[in-house]
């Protein structure tokens, strides 16, 4: 057996499906293993970079290794950025990064990158092969590290080694084990006597709280307490639950950010919400976490404790009594009554203007509750997380934490080939969707029948909005567009283009039926705002500034038009 087939049969072994990449040269004898093995299904992409996104969110959404792999140099070096987004969203991918033969490395030889020394400092395991009696170990090593420390693994892959052969050690395997893991009786007993003392106890709940949903929500009843959550936790609290606030941070409600402000006792459930300005700066705070380096890192906590949610509230639901007071989320749930009216009229229809806001809730009223959606850093993340309903089953996938553009449509394309049944929606920015635009070629040629909503808006958006933020003019965010339709439509995509608000629903019911490859390209008015949860005098002093310079530099009917569009939403 050569190592290449034996790494094969090791990542097939593990549960590895699928591997996303791009053939060639030194990862020929790779490829070649994966096609004779018939195990694993090779997906071709067309830029290595939306591969690593594609993998990235098909292992967070299976909760099972995928794997990419690249060519020596350029090759492997094109997934930095999206495993480095997959990396930080915890997703078990594994790499092969295939390199030139062992005698030309440390020579300046043409190709030559040190993956070690890139790879090696966001990844949970990073080695290189250098003789075949090592391979299988540290394949195993690569997968077993992906798994359980949740995060991506680098096997660096020499050439000659690929070819060599070794024996395959049936009785080594990828141990993955599942402790169950919540903090002592002391320390449950010590939170359920904080949140007795509370008079205005809330909870805030992040990504960890998945798979606790019926806890949480019974926690909540049980305490009589409001829950408020980040933009990462919208899939697994916003359903079925009478107790929600809403988001609070960046992208938050006003209902999510009275919640925090407003309480005297915060339990933060599996959260690392950076921003420090959204958290009460008075209230008694408890923190869970299964990583002990979260405790205290965003915030001041007055008991932060080690565990997974779920068993620590199932601990937890034991241990705390039953309160009657419902004053305090009485009042939390007026404001998010008013909130809920407010985003509804956000997305109403007037005028030939199409607003974000309309695009996003009319593809809502057409997909499934068990879509999938994904979603560019920047203004198409904000559409998707505030005007998409949370539904069980539903789920939102973007770069929170990296904060990358173009992710929606490769990630689509990964969603896709995980759950060919089930609608995929990518709400792609026009900046985002141009960055992988190749990547439209491989929807056609792997048959991945996705979704792509186009926000055309000509503009980096979301830049612009810093820029005026920061009492700047908007300098060089203008983008000349093609009709991403004309675009989509040669490639081979079913592709409608909407221009007015009187087609937009016609346009969104016939995108909605195709069964091809489908974009939809809708020119949104360019001057929409993305209204913070609360305006600081800062901002509208920057705001001010911006629109004194603009003012000053011919650009007055800007400013009447950024008025005219917004002042519906600031009232």
């Not at 141990?175 to 359920?192: G, R």
């Amino acid at each position: 057996m050569k190592v290449a087939e034996m790494m094969v049969e090791v990542l097939a072994q593990a549960g590895v499906q699928r591997c996303y990449g791009i053939v060639g040269d030194t990862l020929n004898h790779f490829t070649d293993a994966i096609y004779q093995s018939k195990k694993i299904q090779w997906v071709h992409m067309r830029h290595e970079e939306a591969g690593g996104f594609a993998a990235g969110v098909d292992a967070l959404i299976t909760k099972r290794p995928v794997a990419c792999a690249g060519s020596c140099g350029p090759g492997s070096l094109h997934f930095i950025n999206s495993l480095m987004d997959a990396g930080r969203n915890r997703a078990p991918v594994v790499l092969v990064a295939s390199q030139l033969e062992t005698p030309n490395l440390g020579t300046n030889f043409p190709q030559e990158v040190d993956f070690k020394a890139i790879y090696g400092g966001f990844c949970v395991y990073c080695e290189q092969i250098n003789s075949p009696a090592q391979a299988q170990h540290i394949i195993t090593m690569a997968v077993q590290n992906a798994i359980n420390k949740k995060g991506v693994a680098v096997v660096i892959m020499p050439v000659n080694m690929s070819v060599a052969s070794v024996v395959y050690n049936k009785n080594m395997k990828v141990h993955t084990p599942k402790p169950v893991f919540h903090p002592n009786d002391d320390e449950i007993a010590q939170m359920a006597s904080m949140l007795k003392n509370g008079k205005k106890v809330a909870i805030y709940a992040g990504a960890g709280v998945e798979d606790a949903h019926d806890e949480l929500v019974a926690l909540a009843q049980k305490l009589k307490a409001p829950i408020g959550h980040s933009a990462r936790s919208k899939d697994f609290v916003e359903y079925d639950n009478p107790y929600n606030m809403g988001m609070t941070g960046l992208a938050g409600v006003k209902s999510g950010f009275d919640m925090m402000n407003e309480c005297d006792t915060l339990l933060v459930l599996g959260s690392d919400m950076a921003w420090r300005q959204f958290y009460p700066t008075k209230a008694t705070i408890i923190q869970v976490d299964n990583d002990a380096g979260h405790l205290g890192r965003r915030c001041d906590v007055d008991l932060g404790v080690l565990g997974d949610v779920k068993p620590t509230l199932q601990k937890l639901l034991e241990a705390v009594a039953e309160k009657t007071d419902r004053a305090f989320l009485d009042d939390c749930l007026k404001i998010k009554v008013e909130t809920d009216k407010k985003l509804l009229k956000d997305t109403q229809i007037s005028g030939d203007l199409i607003h974000p806001q309309a695009v996003s809730a009319m593809i809502d009223k057409y997909t499934p509750d068990d879509s999938l959606f994904t979603a560019d850093g920047g203004s198409p993340m904000l559409w998707a997380l505030r005007y998409l309903k949370g539904k069980k089953g539903r789920r939102f996938f973007t770069s929170l934490l990296h904060g990358t553009m173009a992710n929606a449509m490769p990630m689509s394309l990964g969603l896709k080939k995980a759950f060919p049944l089930r609608e995929v929606i990518s709400f792609s920015g026009d900046g985002g969707l141009a960055m992988l635009l190749g990547d439209l070629l491989t929807a056609i040629q792997e048959d991945i029948a996705i979704k792509v909503v186009v926000f055309n808006n000509s503009s980096l958006n979301f830049v612009e909005l810093e820029q005026k933020v920061e009492g700047l003019l908007d300098n060089y965010t203008d983008l000349k567009n093609p009709s991403f339709a004309e675009v989509a439509s040669a490639i081979g995509f079913d592709a409608w283009r909407v221009e007015q608000s009187g087609g937009l629903e016609a346009s969104v019911k016939a995108f909605m039926q195709s069964s091809k490859p489908a974009l939809l390209d809708v020119v949104v008015n360019s001057k929409e705002l993305i209204m913070p949860p609360k305006v600081t005098f800062s901002e509208m002093a920057h705001f001010s500034l911006y629109s004194a310079k603009a003012v000053l530099a011919g650009r007055a009917g800007d400013v009447e038009d950024i008025i005219k569009t917004n002042i519906g939403h600031m009232l």
